[in-house]
T-cell receptor, first 115, second 115 residues
């Protein structure tokens, strides 16, 4: 079973920030939070990941609470092309030569960006 | 840098037949994982290969098998196809080395239809 809980759907107006929450209350100290998204019938796309500090890249920002029990993915200026299912996943740090550990996908949040 | 490629993109087979799907990872990536996506079960992990060795396996019957070649390219095989094997089969590649930077990059998938 997925270790994360996400709302099933969210709407966002084009040009506004989309804030997608994720609960991972049982996360352990060596587990990272990863975000992927999947646009209809395409392969999932990696967005961002983090351990405990906030992270930002060209696609999004990831805010992780101090207790690490929840996080928020922020798309600063959502466009229609950001309409997708967003998956929040926790995964342990990989040791050299060790298994990558499979990504356990839950049902994700279906984000609809509306004009 | 080219992304993950999967061939063929679409495939139609009949029950009882077998099928082989191919995946070429991103150049330099040594780990390849396979996932099955269906509307009912979502994204589920099949297996992971690193340096031609299977390192991790999901909960699928023995009809599902895979292998990895010395150039990191991977194939998966499904024998005695059943209607329920109709799905999007996704391949993901990563460096496979230790540390936090092991995000998996997905290919576009192979859409298999079993009639």
């Amino acid at each position: 079973d997925a270790k994360t809980t996400q709302p099933p759907s969210m709407d966002c107006a084009e040009g506004r920030a989309a804030n997608l929450p994720c609960n991972h209350s049982t996360i352990s100290g060596n587990e990272y939070v990863y975000w992927y998204r999947q646009i209809h019938s395409q392969g999932p796309q990696y967005i961002i990941h983090g351990l405990k500090n906030n992270e930002t890249n060209e696609m999004a920002s990831l805010i992780i609470t101090e207790d690490r029990k929840s996080s928020t993915l922020i798309l600063p200026h959502a466009t229609l092309r950001d309409t997708a299912v967003y998956y929040c996943i926790v995964r342990a740090r990989v040791l050299y030569g060790g298994s990558q550990g499979n990504l356990i996908f839950g049902k994700g949040t279906k984000l609809s960006v509306k004009p | 840098k080219a992304g993950v490629t999967q061939t063929p993109r679409y495939l139609i087979k009949t029950r009882g037949q077998q099928v082989t799907l191919s995946c070429s990872p991103i150049s330099g990536h040594r780990s390849v994982s396979w996932y099955q996506q269906t509307p009912g079960q979502g994204l589920q992990f099949l297996f992971e290969y690193f340096s031609e060795t299977q390192r991790n396996k999901g909960n699928f019957p023995g009809r599902f098998s895979g292998r990895q070649f010395s150039n990191s390219r991977s194939e998966m095989n499904v024998s005695t196809l059943e209607l329920g094997d109709s799905a999007l089969y996704l391949c993901a590649s990563s460096f496979g080395a230790g540390g936090p930077y092991n995000e998996q990059f997905f290919g576009p998938g192979t859409r298999l239809t079993v009639l």
